[in-house]
């Protein structure tokens, strides 16, 4: 019926007419329609005025019936009513659904959110009755579920546009500093070549020098002190240039410090496992092996000898180092600490003996 009745408007092709008290333009030139999102319905000024003023009342427009009051009435934006109330909807559902690209973790997250949102939208907008109650109880239970979320979002929102705007100013006034700075410039250029023009003509009358040497003479002064003017002028460019760069990284940074990057997954939980008996060389020489680094029969399956001499390094090496001895000792001293019989390297030795030490070592060595 809501749809039909906005339609209806819309396809009305004498908008110039009241739909209540029926006066129109012709009579009446400062005749204003407003109207009222609740239901769209256009009617003039002087209708509102005279059934709204004191206070709510339905919307006399035949089969209506919404409760309307006279602070909701606004002058329409668009002449076409149904894109009136889209643009309304987008606004109600927009200043609602306001996640921001950054909050999702794909883009397709991202672009799944959109489509939901513009799919509410269009329910709002296009559907019929029940679709639209739907529509607004969604839109209803999200708001109450996220109304911690939706106002730091239209906080950040306005902290942002404000950002722009201030850095919008900044770009204004340092082009207008730019500007002013090169008229300066033009009008020092040519009082000077004026100067230098006035002395060559003293030079001339009062010197008795050949006139071609004095001419020579002013041309040199002119394009040094040209010269010179240009080389000051590529300074300063230059280091504001720069330093309005450096405005800009900075301020880029912070945002990006703001959702703090996530460590990669360390399956060591931070235990260094760099050889600590030996180093370990890319190369090494060995009559048996020295075949296998030609053959392709090897080479070309992508087998590594880094791999071997890792593997055969660690198992040559891997004994040294542990103490059975002195792990009994310490675990007959400290039965409680020691949580697995099985501890067998240095490392966890110690861990069993002082977990606190361990852990600094840990950090330590932790390159991540
Ligand atoms: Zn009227
Ligand atoms: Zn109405």
Redesign the pocket.
């Known amino acids: 019926m809501f749809r039909n009745g906005v339609s209806k408007l819309v396809d009305n092709p004498s908008d110039d007419i009241?739909?209540?008290?029926?006066?129109n333009r012709y009579l009446n030139p400062s005749?204003q329609f407003l109207i009222n999102p609740e239901c769209y319905h256009k009617?003039?000024?002087?209708?509102?005025d005279?059934i709204f003023t004191s206070g709510p009342a339905p919307c006399p427009v035949p089969h209506c019936g919404k409760t309307l009051r006279k602070r909701g009435f606004h002058k329409a934006f668009f002449a076409d009513l149904a894109i009136e109330r889209e643009v309304d909807v987008r606004k109600r559902v927009g200043a609602v659904f306001n996640r921001r690209h950054d909050e999702f973790e794909t883009l397709l997250d991202w672009n799944n959110y959109l489509e939901e949102v513009e799919g509410l939208v269009f329910d709002i907008v296009e559907g019929d009755v029940k679709t639209r109650t739907i529509a607004e109880e969604k839109l209803r239970m999200y708001k109450e579920a996220n109304k911690g979320v939706i106002e730091e979002n239209t906080r950040v929102g306005l902290e942002e546009g404000e950002l722009e705007r201030r850095r919008e100013k900044a770009e204004r006034e340092a082009a207008r500093q730019r500007r002013l700075a090169v008229l300066r410039e033009e009008e020092e250029e040519k009082a000077d070549m004026l100067k230098t023009r006035q002395s060559v003509l003293d030079r001339l009358a009062n010197e008795d020098v050949d006139a071609n040497t004095i001419a020579a003479q002013a041309q040199k002064i002119i394009l040094k002190k040209t010269s010179a003017r240009r080389a000051l002028k590529d300074i300063p460019i230059q280091s504001n240039g720069s330093a309005m760069d450096a405005g800009l990284t900075i301020r880029g940074l912070k945002k990006k410090e703001a959702p703090a990057p996530e460590k990669p997954y360390d399956p060591f939980g931070g235990l260094d496992l760099t050889p600590a008996r030996y180093v370990l060389q890319d190369h090494y020489e060995n009559e048996w092996l020295g075949g296998a680094k030609k053959d392709t029969r090897h080479m070309a399956g992508g087998y590594s000898l880094q791999e071997y001499y890792a593997r055969t390094m660690f198992e040559a090496f891997s004994g040294l180092g542990v103490f059975i001895e002195d792990e009994v000792t310490d675990r007959n001293q400290q039965p409680q600490a020691v949580v697995a019989p099985a501890v067998e390297t240095a490392a966890a030795v110690q861990a069993a003996v002082s977990k606190t030490k361990f852990e600094r070592n840990m950090e330590l060595d932790d390159v991540f």
Not at 18 to 23: E, R
């Open positions: 009241c739909p209540v008290c029926k006066s005749l009617m003039c000024s002087t209708c509102v005279r």
